[in-house]
T-cell receptor, first 115, second 114 residues
Framework: EAGVVQSPRYKIIEKKQPVAFWCNPI?????LYWYRQNLGQGPELLIR????????DSQLPKDRFSAERLKGVDSTLKIQPAELGDSAVYLC?????????????FGPGTRLTVT | AQSVAQPEDQVNVAEGNPLTVKCTYSVSGNPYLFWYVQYPNRGLQFLLK????DNLVKGSYGFEAEFNKSQTSFHLKKPSALVSDSALYFCAVRDRNSNYQLIWGAGTKLIIKP
């Protein structure tokens, strides 16, 4: 079974430029998450989708971040414009939520460097 | 406030020796407990979880974790460490009443020396 796929793996951009990350979750997983992970820290949830609906985007900086999950499968996270403080690893995860005791499966992440 | 503590930033163990990575939590009720491992330049990989029942949970790669309700701990263990176990380990907790929000520890770097 293929895992969560993310692209690109690495991205270097100048501040004020836009950037987009793509995620393809595990087939059949209805829930998708975007996290941001800074060096030496645990992941921080940005947004959570159930199918195509964003059910929690309370921690997404909406002035510059946006996300979409068209058709309830693939998802894209966008930053426009990027700031120096956005440098981090952006992780996508997915789950098949059929009970309370589900786990999340993570992709390899996209390492973003803003210069 | 709900929180997860991994008191050791780094744990050093000689190959072949047993290892323990500590995790304590402050979450109401009976939470679900998870361990994840992160290898360099890779995403988080699920190792094991505690739901209910037996306090000793077995997971991937020979790891196990012991749930202790009175001490609100969920320490990760392995009887005999391998050099390939060297990685970053994260403990995470989810309140059963919270439906999805994972609370993460800051991670512990495990170094296994040959």
């Amino acid at each position: 079974e293929a895992g969560v796929v993310q692209s690109p793996r690495y991205k270097i951009i100048e501040k004020k430029q836009p950037v987009a990350f793509w995620c393809n979750p595990i087939s059949g997983h209805n829930t998708l998450y975007w996290y941001r992970q800074n060096l030496g820290q645990g992941p921080e949830l940005l947004i959570r989708y159930e199918n195509e609906e964003a059910v929690d985007d309370s921690q997404l900086p909406k002035d510059r971040f946006s996300a979409e999950r068209l058709k309830g499968v693939d998802s894209t996270l966008k930053i426009q414009p990027a700031e120096l403080g956005d440098s981090a690893v952006y992780l996508c995860a997915s789950s098949l939520v059929t009970s309370d005791a589900y786990e999340q499966y993570f992709g390899p992440g996209t390492r973003l460097t803003v210069t | 406030a709900q929180s997860v503590a991994q008191p050791e930033d780094q744990v050093n163990v000689a190959e072949g020796n047993p290892l323990t990575v500590k995790c304590t939590y402050s979450v109401s009720g009976n939470p679900y407990l998870f361990w994840y491992v992160q290898y360099p330049n890779r995403g988080l990989q699920f190792l094991l979880k505690y739901i209910t029942g037996d306090n000793l949970v077995k997971g991937s790669y020979g790891f196990e974790a012991e749930f202790n309700k009175s001490q609100t701990s969920f320490h990760l263990k392995k009887p005999s460490a391998l050099v390939s176990d060297s990685a970053l380990y994260f403990c995470a907790v989810r309140d059963r009443n919270s439906n999805y929000q994972l609370i993460w520890g800051a991670g512990t770097k495990l170094i296994i020396k040959p």
